[in-house]
């Protein structure tokens, strides 16, 4: 066992992160029309897109139609489960990372977020899990991170966070003095079973525009920025063989 230890997020690295939102927005849609059946769908994919497009990076996001968005989201939770998707490789990856390193999870996500770790092997693998939900901090809040590492007696130095947003990601870990990794995985996921095709559409559009507004963002970062958790694997094992390590900035 090497010094290095890792802080590893879970949505957007483990799993996707895409189809809860949708299946969140099919249960706003369905909601909205019930209370509502001159409701168009033209008039909520319009909404959507507002909504979207106006969460400023790291803020809590705006309600969707309240209180249908709080309805259906708890929808999304009693089925949280079934809906996860892996990211392809990414939990057989991170078993070869507990092999050789000392691994947490550190992430965003609800309490349900515990089962489904459970269920995929991951959480009998890793020395803690930090969920928002569950410790009271959330990021981009830095106090997440460090009540994980305080609990496993980590230094920043040694320790590297992996995520996929800067802002919520290698923001905090720099401010703590921990190294950071970005990873962009593939769009394989696909929307969960009864989801408007329209809603699907104009949602994967949302994404696009979404990655190309941040692609920016990460300039500043003193960070790795990789494709997936296998090439952060790669990265690191390449690193720990070599006299002198470096990261790799993305241009």
Known sequence: MTGRTLAVDVGGVLYYDEPFDLAWLQGVWELTRADDPTFTMDAFLQAMRDFYQGRAPGSPPPSLFPPNGTKSWQGVRERWTSLVQPVPGAVDTLSHLAEEYEVCIVAN?????????????????????????????????????KW???????????????????????????????????????????????????????????????????????????IAALGDLADVLRTISHQERSPRPRQEARP
Request: proline share 8%; hydrophobic share 40%.
């Open 148 to 222: 994980a590492m305080d609990r496993l007696s980590w230094k920043p130095e040694h320790t590297t966070v992996i995520g996929d947003r800067p802002d919520h990601d290698a923001a905090p870990a720099l401010a703590l003095g921990c190294s950071a990794a970005i990873v962009h995985v593939d769009s394989g996921w696909s929307a969960p079973a009864g989801v408007a095709p329209e809603i699907v559409t104009a949602y994967r559009e949302l994404k696009i525009q979404r990655v190309h507004t941040t692609e920016g963002s990460t300039r500043h970062w003193a």
């Open 109 to 145: 996500q609800p309490p349900e977020c515990l089962a489904a770790l459970r269920t995929l092997g991951i959480e009998q693998q890793v020395q803690l899990v930090a969920l928002d939900s569950l410790v009271g901090y959330a990021k981009p809040d830095p106090r997440l991170f």
